[in-house]
């Protein structure tokens, strides 16, 4: 099964995203997580951590039109 990220919705996606860095702290974090999830043969595991990354990814999103509202 592939999953497939929804496509940006607009061309401030795209100006956000070329100007949003992560931290070296951030990256190294991210390697580390994922060298984990690489090695894990525990199906049950990725789905759970698959589960918990969706709404995560929701809930920032969320919060991040909420934070535009509060600009306006």
């Given at each position: 099964m592939h999953v497939v990220c929804p496509p940006a919705h607009n061309s401030?996606?795209?100006i956000m995203k070329s100007s949003m860095t992560l931290t070296l702290n951030d990256q190294?974090?991210?390697e580390q997580m994922s060298r984990a999830v690489e090695?894990?043969?525990d199906l049950q595991a990725i789905k759970q951590l698959t589960q918990?990354?969706?709404r995560a990814w929701f809930l920032q999103r969320a919060a991040t039109r909420w934070l535009i509202r509060q600009q306006l």
């Amino acid at each position: 099964m592939h999953v497939v990220c929804p496509p940006a919705h607009n061309s401030g996606d795209r100006i956000m995203k070329s100007s949003m860095t992560l931290t070296l702290n951030d990256q190294f974090a991210i390697e580390q997580m994922s060298r984990a999830v690489e090695s894990t043969d525990d199906l049950q595991a990725i789905k759970q951590l698959t589960q918990q990354l969706i709404r995560a990814w929701f809930l920032q999103r969320a919060a991040t039109r909420w934070l535009i509202r509060q600009q306006l």
